[in-house]
């Protein structure tokens, strides 16, 4: 599946929370990216991670405003960036 | 004696000896099995698994019971760490591999990803180590038998010092006898110090040597409010720090009884009372709080620190969940009152340097000369009042003239009527009201009035710009004066103004939380105010003792003054009656 070239989603994300990616938002990240089976890579500053690792995610250490590349590899990518776009776009539903 | 300063991280003092905590001891039996036995050992490792998903569902359940569903989040933070796959996988590979027994991968697994996070320059996500740590701790218990998180209990009430605190052993504190905590390391936002915020336990963390230097047995005074620690207190100290705790524990009391009781002074006068509200800050006991409503919503800080201004859909996000959290009662938003450094940082547009930037760019200046940033955010804020019950208020800060009114009432009515061709109407008319701040709008406030529909009076600047004092400012900071005869006078003509043409006036500036002043602009005729939640209560409490007779005697008197020593002394005759007296706010 992983060497498939007609898979492979790319995207770019930012972070919009004011807190940044901390235990919550990621843990809320690591749980979405686990309910798929694509492979789910996010890479920031040279730096690349496994989606579905809250310990990656956190290792990212992605402050408000960082801009994170999401890559999405298998046969329900399209379905995995939908999820993880909506955590995005509602700030992993922070009211603060 | 000796004061160690660390940050405040859950408010409250607590006095009592010091206990030093020891870490419980982790007892690895490191060594490998024969690799006959894999399969055995990764079963260990699964049953261990369970156990630990086990214990972390009834401890998520024991939170949301004692603390509720947003202290829980926490665990179901451990809940994820624990079945992190990179985490999972290195401990397996480490069995499978290298045969190691199980909690020698772990530990070693632990071990790595400690140095990665090292590593991050981050404070914030530096101290998510605590929480994988704890998770690591849980997984070898349960994998040895062993002890589980044996901190020992207290024989008295004590203050546990230690350098570093799991949440796991914060969550045990109170039932182990401990009134507060110290530690070495940690900040405000440590999950440590979030759990004693809901604990109501005080602490002070990030002192960086409490543990090395403080004795078990020494006395010690944690204040929570200010992130001191008073180590072995002359009894000076202590008599101040023993009146201090009588100080909160009589708010605390108040909560408990006058929380319920109506807005009334003593000869039924009714004062609307209302909070001046930041979503960033909401606490328990901020939501405790029977309030009449938002007096003022600040959304300054949507616009700090990014590059661009927020988008219409994250402010109405932030805008609609803050409505409904008042219910049916009115809401305020002001747009915001930005600086004209932030043209630079919001990318609007090339920052000139200003000279005088209290006289410059800010405020309702801005918005007219960038009005995307105000028509975004008046459709975020007409949208929330579309999407909520409570009626939303809208006001315009820094207005000095008529013109100026008019313009953003214009901005105002397009958008309105632009989104009412999208079929977005708000559920209640909002009403448009106006900051009054700038001596100019006081003066020629009758000429406003028919525009607006309210006015708030925003008291700082008033004063500031009233007595030409910048109160930043050492050397003049002294003329900075509240009872000035000016001030009173221009109080009194803005509430007149106001009376004569049947609108209604606000105060939500610091002067409306402080209870020595109170009477007195309750005399002149303000009927509402908007205080910080901390000081909402006191205020109350202040309300509630007083006649409103004799404010109005004491404003009438006050308007007669010459000097503010007068009118000064006059006030707080009125407002030391029945003991009452005013608390502490910074020891």
């Keep these: ?96 | 004696m000796e004061n160690i300063k660390g940050i405040a991280a859950s408010p409250g003092v607590a006095i009592g000896p010091a206990v030093l905590y020891k870490p419980a001891v982790l007892d690895v039996q490191h060594g490998k099995f024969p690799p006959s036995e894999t399969d055995a050992e990764l079963l260990r490792l699964k049953t261990a698994y369970e156990k630990s998903r086990a214990d972390l569902d009834a401890l998520e359940k024991q939170i949301k019971e004692t603390l509720g569903p947003d202290y829980a989040r926490v665990i179901d933070a451990h809940k994820t760490i624990l079945e992190d796959p990179n985490f999972k996988n290195s401990i397996k590979s480490k069995i499978q591999k290298e045969h190691l027994v199980a909690e020698s991968a772990v530990l070693l697994a632990l071990q790595e990803i400690s140095i990665t996070f090292d590593n991050l320059t981050d404070e914030f996500f530096k101290e998510r180590k605590n929480d994988v740590s704890d998770v690591a701790k849980r997984l070898i218990t349960n994998l040895t038998g062993g002890a589980r998180y044996a901190m020992e209990k207290a024989a008295g009430p004590s203050v546990l010092v230690a350098h570093n605190l799991l949440p796991s052993d914060t969550l045990n504190l109170k039932d182990n006898n401990f009134i507060a905590f110290v530690t070495d390391i940690g900040g405000k936002t440590s999950h440590s110090a979030i759990l004693a915020q809901s604990m109501e336990i005080p602490a002070v963390v990030g002192s960086s040597v409490s543990s090395k230097t403080i004795k078990a047995g020494d006395m010690l005074i944690v204040d929570g409010e200010s992130g001191a620690v008073i180590v072995n207190p002359d009894a000076e100290t202590l008599a101040k720090y023993r009146k201090i705790q009588r100080e909160i524990k009589r708010s605390e009391l108040l909560l408990k009884t006058i929380n319920d009781l109506p807005f009334l002074t003593t000869d039924g006068k009714h004062v609307t009372m209302m909070i001046n509200y930041d979503p960033r800050l909401d606490s328990k006991e901020t939501k405790k709080l029977k309030t009449e409503g938002l007096g003022l919503l600040r959304t300054e800080f949507l616009f700090l620190d990014r590059a661009l201004p927020p988008s219409e859909e994250e402010q109405f996000n932030i805008y609609a969940a803050t409505a409904k959290k008042f219910d049916m009662r009115p809401v305020h938003i002001r747009l915001a009152d930005l600086g004209g450094d932030k043209v630079h940082s919001l990318n609007l547009g090339e920052y000139k340097e200003e000279l005088n930037p209290f006289m410059g760019l800010r405020g309702v200046r801005i918005l007219l000369k960038y009005p995307a940033i105000m028509q975004t955010q008046l459709r975020a804020i007409i949208r929330a009042a579309a999407a909520a019950p409570a009626p939303v208020k809208l006001i315009v800060p820094m207005i000095s003239s008529l013109e100026e009114v008019r313009a953003v009432k214009a901005v105002f009515n397009d958008t309105l009527r632009a989104l009412a061709a999208q079929g977005v109407t708000p559920k209640n008319k909002i009403d448009f009201g106006i900051m009054v701040e700038v001596p100019s709008a006081a003066f020629a406030l009758d000429s406003m009035l028919p525009e607006v529909d309210f006015v708030s009076i925003g008291t700082n600047d008033l004063i500031q710009y009233m007595i030409a004092v910048d109160r930043m400012n050492q050397d003049v900071a002294v003329l900075y004066d509240p009872y000035h005869p000016g001030f009173i006078r221009i109080i009194n003509h803005i509430v007149q103004t106001c009376a004569q043409k049947g609108k209604s006036v606000s105060i939500c500036g610091e002067l409306a939380s402080d209870p020595e002043i109170v009477p007195l602009l309750i005399g002149l005729g303000v009927h509402t105010l908007s205080t910080s939640p901390r000081m909402f209560l006191r205020i109350k409490n202040k309300l509630r003792s007083v006649s409103y007779d004799a404010c109005a005697n004491l404003a009438q008197a006050a308007l007669l003054m010459d000097s503010s020593a007068e009118i000064k002394n006059l006030s707080l005759s009125l407002t030391t009656p029945e003991g009452e007296k005013t608390l502490n706010e910074n020891p």
């Design chain 1, 1 to 96: 599946m992983g060497g498939d070239l007609l898979y492979m989603i790319k995207k770019g994300l930012e972070v919009k929370n004011q807190m940044g990616l901390h235990a919550r938002p990621a843990a809320m990240l690591a749980q979405t990216a686990g309910k798929f089976n694509s492979e789910i890579k996010i890479e920031k500053d040279g730096v690349e991670v496994n989606a579905k690792s809250i310990m990656g995610i956190m290792m990212l250490a992605a402050q408000h405003g960082a801009v994170l590349i999401f890559t999405f590899e298998g046969a329900d990518e399209a379905e995995a960036l939908k999820a993880v776009e909506d955590l995005f776009v509602s700030g992993f539903s922070e009211a603060y």
